[in-house]
């Protein structure tokens, strides 16, 4: 089974810096789509950033130029480092794939990680 574990959430000051983590089982081949995903109480999920199966990224407007997606193929491990960090980023991130695409324009993402709560502090 494919499985996703993120680490590396918790609780920062605002200004302040986190590296997410989410590490892949279950799988071997690694040109596929990921991303980072996050859902505040009361608001919608939405996508924080993606990166595609031959290593090209995207990024909501609320996080670029604070936050970095990446990927090691080698560990099979996806990343998402966050600095800057304001209250307003506060919420559950969850990591998710689409193992059956390289690239992400019509993932469907059905392969979810159990989510790690981030929490900015003012």
């Known amino acids: 089974q494919v499985q996703l574990v993120e680490s590396g959430g918790g609780s920062v000051q605002a200004g302040g810096s986190l590296r997410l983590s989410c590490a892949v089982s279950?799988?071997?081949?690694?040109?596929?789509?990921m991303g980072w995903f996050r859902q505040a109480p009361g608001k919608e999920r939405e996508a924080v950033a993606t990166?595609?199966?031959?290593?090209?990224?995207s990024y909501a407007d609320s996080v670029k130029d604070r936050f970095t997606i990446s990927r090691d193929n080698a560990e099979n491990t996806l990343y998402l480092q966050m600095n800057s960090l304001k209250p307003e980023d506060t919420a559950m991130y969850y990591c998710?794939?689409?193992?059956?695409?390289?690239?992400?324009?019509?993932?469907?993402?059905?392969?979810w990680g159990q989510g790690i709560q981030v929490t900015v502090s003012s």
């Open positions: 998710a794939a689409d193992i059956r695409l390289a690239f992400c324009g019509r993932a469907q993402y059905n392969t």
């Open positions: 990166i595609n199966g031959y290593g090209s990224t």
């Open positions: 279950g799988v071997t081949y690694n040109r596929y789509c």
